[in-house]
């Protein structure tokens, strides 16, 4: 589905224009033309690859979708691959935008991403003097937009992790924990996936050698650069307390199990005693003294509960009871 198509000229904003007329206005060398796509057909890229001419091997990886972040140089013209991520309740909705960019056109495509970027072009409208710079500053201001939206869900996912920790430590350790726990090790890596590849692929717009459709903007590129290694740091270190928490919350369960077996081994010992006394004068033999003494019933049972209560208090002193 076609969104906007827009001319532009020395960073301002012509008009909107039919995509037949795209070829037209890309042939002057003082406009850029800004075309956003959603969800695009196959009979759509074919028409925008007419118009602009992009090669086919960037045209084949937009219409297969499901690219890793990338930024790919085809002659004097850029293939981008960013991956979008969005919170529904607590899980992660990955899509993908494609950006095409040359000398003086953008062409962006999202697939699965329900927010769109109006405000980027709102964003750049409002600043005619760096859009003067044209598709290398129409790119950076897209790229920003994709990575700022990753702070929200990292804000998410460490909210939910400090929420865990605290039911780990309030509540009764189990199941239900580590399952919360593994899938947001899960959703942690599906951001990663989406962050440590553009973090590498971004560091050649800010290089020494940087692409002719980026060149005067290297420094807004940098400044991408920076947020995404604030990310993937922030990633990094909530991998590893999650990992913690996983073995605290293990190490917890069998502290559990172990006090558990503790009071079984001690209800064991207290049921032994009494077990072991009627055993023994449960056999019967003829030459047992005991068996005729008037006062061995009772004395048995005293010296039963002598022993459990006994061991009783000292179980209890030791906290197994």
């Known amino acids: 589905m076609l969104v906007n198509c827009v001319a532009y000229r020395e960073g301002k904003r012509i008009a909107d224009i039919p995509v037949e007329e795209i070829g037209s206005y890309v042939r002057q060398r003082d406009c850029f033309v800004w075309v956003a796509l959603k969800d695009a057909e196959p009979d759509e890229l074919a028409a925008m690859q007419r118009q602009f001419g992009l090669h086919e091997l960037a045209v084949e990886d937009a219409r297969k979708g499901h690219q890793r972040p990338k930024i790919e140089e085809y002659g004097e013209s850029l293939f981008v691959v960013l991956h979008t991520l969005e919170v529904a309740g607590v899980e992660l909705v990955p899509g993908e935008m494609d950006v095409f960019v040359g000398a003086n056109y953008v062409?962006?495509?999202?697939?699965?991403?329900?927010?769109?970027?109006?405000?980027?072009?709102?964003?750049?409208?409002?600043?005619?003097?760096?859009?003067?710079?044209?598709?290398g500053f129409v790119l950076y201001a897209l790229m920003d937009a994709v990575v700022?939206?990753?702070?929200?869900v990292l804000e998410q996912l460490e909210?939910?992790?400090?929420?865990?920790?605290?039911?780990?430590?309030?509540?009764?350790?189990?199941?239900?924990?580590?399952?919360?726990l593994y899938s947001l090790k899960r959703e942690l890596t599906t951001l990663q996936h989406a962050v440590r590849p553009l973090l590498e692929a971004t560091g050649k717009l800010h290089a020494t050698r940087v692409p002719a459709a980026c060149a005067g903007v290297q420094e807004h590129f940098r400044d991408v650069h920076d947020h995404l290694s604030r990310i993937n740091q922030s990633i990094d270190s909530q991998r590893e307390m999650v990992t913690a928490a996983m073995s605290v919350n293990l190490s917890l369960i069998s502290l559990a199990e172990n006090e558990t077996m503790k009071r079984l081994a001690a209800y064991g010992a207290l049921v032994a005693v009494p077990t072991l006394i009627a055993g023994l004068y449960g056999m019967n033999f003829q030459n047992m003294p005991e068996l005729s003494w008037s006062l061995g019933y009772p004395t048995a049972l005293g010296l039963m509960a002598a022993i459990d209560g006994w061991l009783f208090l000292r179980l209890r002193k030791a906290g197994w009871l």
């Open 159 to 180: 909210a939910r992790l400090e929420a865990c920790e605290d039911a780990i430590f309030a509540g009764t350790p189990g199941r239900k924990s580590v399952e919360e």
């Open 107 to 135: 062409l962006s495509v999202r697939s699965g991403a329900r927010q769109g970027f109006a405000n980027v072009r709102a964003r750049c409208e409002r600043e005619p003097e760096l859009l003067r710079h044209g598709a």
């Open 148 to 152: 700022d939206r990753y702070f929200p």
